[in-house]
């Protein structure tokens, strides 16, 4: 499916550093009020050369451009059929709906080949809701083609406020009657139409019910329908109208009942049941009497036929190998942005990536982008912040946003990229997308001049001589001491003879000894969670602060981890050393994470204070 290239407006003198615009089709995609609120702030800069002279004129330019284009786009004209087939000499009817006024005069094309049978028929309609006025305008034609062949209606216009508004062009295929050697005798018959096959998992393979009837129906009911127990299933829009077409020579109007997007789960072969409807068919009730009048005023009444549609095959085909690492989860068509919250910052901030992804696989199995970012940044685990569906051109689209937030440890220019790859079912093939060179100036924060302080010692008298010396005399004059105090207490060997012989001992009663029972010595026990002494009057990030402190001191005492040696990956690596399952280290990850970037980048937290000690205990409690 073919992609219309996508624009980008660029930064100018940092003006447009907090907002992106992105156009496409030529509508715009920004808003007026963010346009004008960029240029308010640029405008009220007290910088002398933030915003030139010819800038200012630039503004005017371009806000005149935008509210016209928004005008001519809140108009439009939209151009429609009842029929894709037709035979020749058969009529068909051709629409043209204007909406935002009823006074609008119509231009039409030339409808060349084609002859207008009746027409033009005017219409007008307004609707008042809640207060908004909506007009609009219809014009119909019936028109019959002479010649068998296929006919390109031209756009048809209308000059609203002295711009000219165009219609969309239509195509019409003209066929002989004698088209087809074999009639459909089928009266109403069920068709499933299957796009995008064969499939791979997780690209989206689009199903259409198609009901076929050359007779007035009364009622269509659902009776059973497959439970595409290998997909997952989205429903589309579906055709509320129809179009005529003609299918082996005969004329059908063509009606889809259903629309779903299925998304593969696992490779191989699935067939799908066919479909099966109730349609109430009419059936004419002849009188018993024979008589012409009689006949003539004969009832109808229906009746219920099941209809059943052709069973489907669905071929879902593994991805080749390698995969690469990068790979996103994305088969089909992928598209990627990436944003930058600011370009120049402290190692007191912390600076926001925004990186969307847009495309048609399942959303649910995307994976975030690869951000290649140096050692010196700290970079969170990305979270999803905007996660959206729609229908475009008869495909869901998806977008996704990602969000990673980076905390600078030093400062310098670093250099960022983000990419991710996806399989393109066309080409059969892995693809790699990869975003422009982001670069980040990081600079010294308040914070970090005040840590980074250290005593002057470059200039004055240097005192380190004369303190060697005293502390050496201080040094001998002990030893001298002590050796002069050892002898003073040595006696001679006749005094000591002396004082031997004339002191007694005294007798001691014999005591007999019980011996004590003997215990084995047992360390104190770990609790199973942090005690968390915690301040009464702690609030905000010093509450939180006092959290991860308390829950690394018992991670110290758990793990027998050094407090010199002490980071959380060395938590992570001896908790799974221990046998912890990967889900409880990862709950452990996120809570560490969701703290840190709380404390240190401002991040707000989705639940309180006291949930977040809540959530330790019990995630200490389940480990091992």
Same mark, same amino acid.
Request: aromatic share 6%.
């Given at each position: 499916m073919h992609s219309s290239p996508i624009h980008k407006w660029t930064p100018l003198n940092g003006i447009f550093d907090d907002t992106m615009l992105t156009f496409g089709k030529g509508k715009a995609a920004g808003s007026i009020s963010e346009i004008a609120h960029i240029f308010r702030r640029a405008w009220s800069s007290k910088k002398p050369n933030y915003l030139p002279v010819s800038l200012k004129i630039l503004f005017f330019l371009v806000m005149g451009f935008f509210v016209g284009s928004t005008r001519a786009h809140a108009q439009k004209l939209i151009a429609t059929s009842d029929s894709k087939e037709v035979l020749v000499r058969n009529t068909f009817e051709v629409k043209y709906e204007f909406q935002g006024s009823t006074n609008a005069p119509l231009r039409a094309p030339d409808f060349k080949g084609l002859e207008i049978v009746s027409g033009p028929f005017q219409g007008s309609e307004t609707t008042i809701i809640n207060g908004h006025v909506t007009k609009k305008t219809t014009y119909s034609y019936t028109l019959a083609g002479l010649n068998p062949g296929t006919y390109t209606i031209r756009p048809a216009s209308v000059t609203y406020k002295g711009q000219k508004i165009f219609s969309n062009p239509l195509t019409i295929k003209i066929l002989p009657e004698n088209s087809s050697t074999k009639t459909d005798s089928r009266p109403v018959f069920l068709e499933t139409v299957v796009l995008d096959t064969p499939a791979y998992p997780g690209s989206q393979v689009n199903i259409s019910y198609v009901l076929h009837t050359s007779i007035n129906l009364a009622d269509i009911s659902l009776r059973n329908e497959d439970q595409y127990q290998s997909f997952i299933v989205r429903n589309l829009q579906a055709d509320e109208n129809g179009q005529y077409e003609v299918i082996n020579g005969k004329k059908y109007l063509s009606k889809t009942?259903?629309?779903?997007?299925?998304?593969?789960?696992?490779?191989?072969?699935?067939?799908?049941?066919? @479909?099966?409807?109730?349609?109430?068919?009419?059936?004419?009730?002849?009188?018993?009497?024979?008589?012409?009048?009689?006949?003539?005023?004969?009832?109808?009444?229906?009746?219920?036929?099941?209809?059943? $549609?052709?069973?489907?095959?669905? %071929?879902?085909?593994?991805?080749?190998?390698?995969?690469?690492?990068? =790979?996103?989860?994305?088969?089909? %068509?992928?598209? @990627?942005?990436? =944003?930058? $919250?600011?370009?120049?910052?402290?190692?007191?901030?912390?600076? $926001?990536?925004?990186?969307?992804?847009?495309?048609?696989?399942?959303?649910?199995?995307?994976?975030?982008?690869?951000?290649?970012?140096?050692?010196?940044?700290?970079?969170?685990?990305?979270?999803?912040?905007?996660?959206?569906?729609?229908?475009k051109d008869g495909k869901l689209a998806f977008s996704k946003t990602f969000e990673y937030l980076i905390q600078p440890q030093s400062t310098g220019k670093f250099n960022l990229k983000v990419k991710t790859s996806f399989f393109d079912i066309f080409s059969q093939s892995f693809k790699e997308i990869k975003s422009p060179s982001m670069n980040l100036v990081v600079t010294k924060g308040s914070a970090a001049d005040a840590t980074d302080e250290e005593p002057d010692t470059s200039s004055g008298a240097n005192y380190m001589p004369f303190i060697w010396g005293i502390l050496g005399l201080l040094i001998v004059l002990f030893g001298l001491y002590t050796w002069r105090r050892s002898h003073k207490n040595i006696l001679p060997e006749e005094q000591i003879e002396e004082l031997t012989e004339e002191s007694a001992p005294i007798p001691t009663p014999k005591v007999e000894k019980t011996p004590l029972p003997e215990k084995e010595i047992q360390p104190a026990p770990i609790p199973d969670k942090p005690p968390f002494s915690i301040s009464a009057s702690a609030k905000g990030k010093q509450y939180l602060q006092e959290v991860l402190n308390e829950t690394e001191l018992y991670f110290e005492d758990k793990l027998h981890i050094p407090h010199a040696q002490f980071r959380k990956e060395a938590v992570f690596e001896q908790l799974q050393k221990n046998g912890n399952s990967p889900q409880k280290i990862q709950a452990l990850k996120d809570w560490w994470a969701k703290v840190e970037a709380a404390i240190f980048a401002n991040m707000p937290l989705p639940e309180g204070e006291d949930d977040i000690l809540d959530q330790i205990k019990d995630i200490t409690q389940q480990l091992t």
């Open positions: 009942i259903k629309r779903i997007a299925l998304y593969p789960t696992q490779a191989g072969l699935v067939k799908l049941r066919p @479909m099966e409807i109730d349609v109430e068919v009419p059936e004419k009730v002849k009188s018993k009497n024979t008589s012409l009048f009689d006949q003539f005023f004969s009832s109808t009444r229906y009746k219920t036929k099941i209809l059943e $549609s052709d069973p489907v095959n669905i %071929r879902t085909i593994n991805f080749p190998t390698p995969i690469p690492d990068d =790979f996103s989860g994305a088969s089909g %068509r992928l598209e @990627m942005e990436s =944003f930058l $919250s600011d370009k120049k910052i402290t190692t007191d901030d912390a600076v $926001s990536l925004k990186v969307q992804l847009t495309g048609t696989s399942n959303p649910t199995v995307i994976k975030p982008p690869v951000l290649d970012a140096p050692d010196d940044l700290t970079v969170f685990p990305p979270k999803v912040i905007q996660d959206t569906i729609r229908e």
